[in-house]
C-alpha cells in the first residue's frame, strides 16, 4: 500500500496546517496528537500555544494540564455570574470555585517560560474581588511576557456573601502591575478601583513615575458598563478603602479621572517612546435635555485632548443596531458606526485588543502578525446600513434636513466635560422630548 502523501509533508508544512486548523473552531487539532506519533510535537506545539479558558474550563487546567513551556498567550474569561437572590448558594459556590482555581493556577504561571501574553476578563458578583489572586498571578509572570490585559467588572451582586475571600493591604494590584511595566509593549486596564499606583510612587520628594522604556501603547478603561444603558454607577472608583465599587448611585463615587490624569502626564513625559496613552471614560445623558446623549469619552494624553464618542440604541433590542459616532485621525469629520456594544467599544479604543475566533485576547499587531482573524465582526457605516437595512434615527434626519452636525465633536481639552445635547442651529426649533424633529422657525 503507497503511503499517503500527507506523511510526507514537510514539518514546516505540517506546523502551518495545524496553526490554521487551531483558528477554526470547528476543528480539532487533537486527532493529529493521537493518529501519528509523528506529528506529536507540532501539533501540541501549536495546540497549546494560544490557551482560553472560562471558568468551567479553568479547573480542569491547572488539575490536568503539564505542557506549560508551549503556552505562549493565556486568556482567562470567567463570568458574569447569574445570581438567584432568593437562593444565591450556586452563585456564590460557582465564583467561590473560579478564585480557588485562580489560586492553584499560580505555581503554573512561573512555569509559563515563553508566555508572552496573558489577558485575563473577570466579571464577579458584588462583593466578590479577585484582586488578591490576580496581584499574585502579576507578579508571577515570566520575564518573556510582553503584553497585559486585566479586566475586572461586578455586574451582579449577592445580598449577603457566605464565603470568606478577602483582599488584603498587601493584595494592591496596582503596585502588583507596576513591578511589571518596565518589560511591558502591551497594557490594557479595566478595574473597578485603580489609582496612580499603577504608574509610580509617592515618595518624600513626591509622585515619581516608573520607567517603561518598551511600553507602546496603554488603554485605560475607566467604564463599568455601556454609557446609557444603566443609571447606577458605571465609573472607576480610586483604590482609597473608603470608596467601594457598588451597584447604586453614581454620585456617591468620587471620580478617579482627575487624580489620575496629572500622574499619567509625568508618566508620559518620562517615557517618550510611548505611542498611545489613553484614558477612556464615559458621560451620561443629560436629565434636563431629552436630546442629549450618552458617551464615551477617549481622553489622550500625548496629544493633550479629548473626543467624545455619543453613542445610542437605534434597534430596540438588537444588540448589533447602536449607533456611535468616530472621531477620525486623519481628519476633523466624525463617522457613524453601528455595530453591538462591544464591538463599539473595540472601535474606541481604536481596536488596540483584539478577540480571535477560539476566544483567546491579544494585542491587534500580534493578533495580525499570527494572521488570526478576528470574532467580531466589523462596525458597518452608515452607508453600508443604508445598502443593507431599513434603520434610520432622528438625527440623521434632522442633519439631512438642516444641512449641519448637530452633535458636539472634538478635540477638547483633556479633562473636559461635554455638553453632549444636539444642537438646535438658529432658525430652527425642536420640542423637548426624546427624538424631536427639526423645524424652521417663522419668518
Known amino acids: 500500500m503507497d503511503t ?3 506523511s510526507k509533508l514537510l514539518p514546516e508544512l505540517l506546523l502551518r496546517i495545524f496553526s490554521i486548523l487551531a483558528q477554526d473552531t470547528d476543528a480539532n487539532v487533537t486527532s493529529s496528537i493521537l493518529c501519528c506519533k509523528r506529528w506529536r510535537p507540532l501539533a501540541q506545539a501549536v495546540l497549546y500555544r494560544d490557551i482560553f479558558l472560562s471558568g468551567e474550563r479553568l479547573a480542569k487546567f491547572t488539575d490536568g494540564f503539564s505542557s506549560d513551556h508551549e503556552v505562549q498567550s493565556l486568556t482567562l474569561h470567567f463570568g458574569p455570574v447569574l445570581v438567584n437572590q432568593y437562593d444565591p448558594k450556586e452563585a456564590i459556590e460557582t465564583t467561590e470555585g473560579w478564585l480557588n482555581a485562580l489560586q492553584r493556577l499560580l505555581p503554573r504561571i512561573g512555569r509559563m517560560g ?26 508571577a509572570l515570566p520575564t518573556t511576557c510582553v503584553a497585559l490585559e486585566v479586566d475586572v467588572r461586578h455586574s451582579t451582586f449577592v445580598q449577603q456573601k457566605i464565603g470568606t475571600t478577602t483582599v488584603t493591604a498587601t493584595s494592591h494590584l496596582c503596585d502588583s502591575i507596576r513591578t511589571v511595566l518596565g518589560r511591558t509593549h502591551h497594557l490594557r486596564l479595566r478595574l473597578p478601583k485603580v489609582c496612580s499606583a499603577v504608574f509610580g510612587e509617592h515618595e518624600k520628594e513626591g509622585y515619581q513615575p516608573v520607567k517603561a522604556p518598551n511600553l507602546r501603547d496603554c488603554i485605560i478603561n475607566l467604564t463599568q458598563r455601556t454609557p446609557g444603558t444603566s443609571p447606577r454607577a458605571s465609573l472607576a472608583a480610586p483604590c482609597d478603602p473608603l470608596h467601594v465599587p457598588h451597584i447604586g448611585s453614581q454620585n456617591r463615587i468620587t471620580s478617579v479621572l482627575p487624580l489620575l490624569i496629572p500622574k499619567l502626564q509625568n508618566f508620559a513625559q518620562l517615557n517618550s517612546a510611548l505611542q498611545r496613552l489613553w484614558v477612556i471614560d464615559c458621560q451620561a445623558a443629560s436629565t434636563q435635555n431629552k436630546n442629549s446623549w450618552a458617551a464615551w469619552i477617549r481622553r489622550d494624553i500625548k496629544s493633550d485632548a479629548s473626543r467624545p ?10 444588540q448589533d443596531a447602536w449607533l456611535a459616532r468616530l472621531p477620525t485621525f486623519d481628519s476633523e ?4 458606526i453601528i455595530s453591538s456594544p462591544e464591538a463599539l467599544e473595540a472601535a474606541v479604543e481604536d481596536f488596540a485588543w483584539s478577540r480571535g475566533q477560539t476566544g483567546v485576547r491579544l ?5 495580525v502578525a499570527r494572521e488570526y482573524k478576528g470574532a467580531l465582526d466589523p462596525p458597518r457605516t452608515r452607508v453600508q446600513l443604508r445598502d443593507e437595512e431599513d434603520l434610520s434615527c432622528t438625527l440623521w434626519e434632522n442633519e439631512a434636513i438642516t444641512g449641519g452636525i448637530l452633535l458636539p465633536f472634538g478635540p477638547g481639552e483633556l479633562l473636559q466635560s461635554w455638553d453632549l445635547s444636539e444642537r438646535t442651529p438658529s432658525g430652527w426649533k425642536r420640542a423637548n422630548f426624546t427624538g424631536s424633529t427639526m423645524t424652521r422657525l417663522n419668518k
Request: glycine share 6%.
Open 363 to 367: 494585542p491587534t499587531t500580534i493578533m
Open 333 to 336: 469629520l466624525n463617522v457613524d
Open 114 to 139: 515563553n508566555l508572552e501574553c496573558i489577558s485575563i476578563l473577570a466579571d464577579l458578583p458584588m462583593p466578590y474581588s479577585p484582586y488578591g489572586e490576580l496581584s499574585s498571578i502579576v507578579k
Open 4 to 6: 499517503p502523501l500527507i
Open 309 to 318: 464618542v455619543p453613542l445610542v440604541n437605534i434597534g430596540g433590542f438588537r
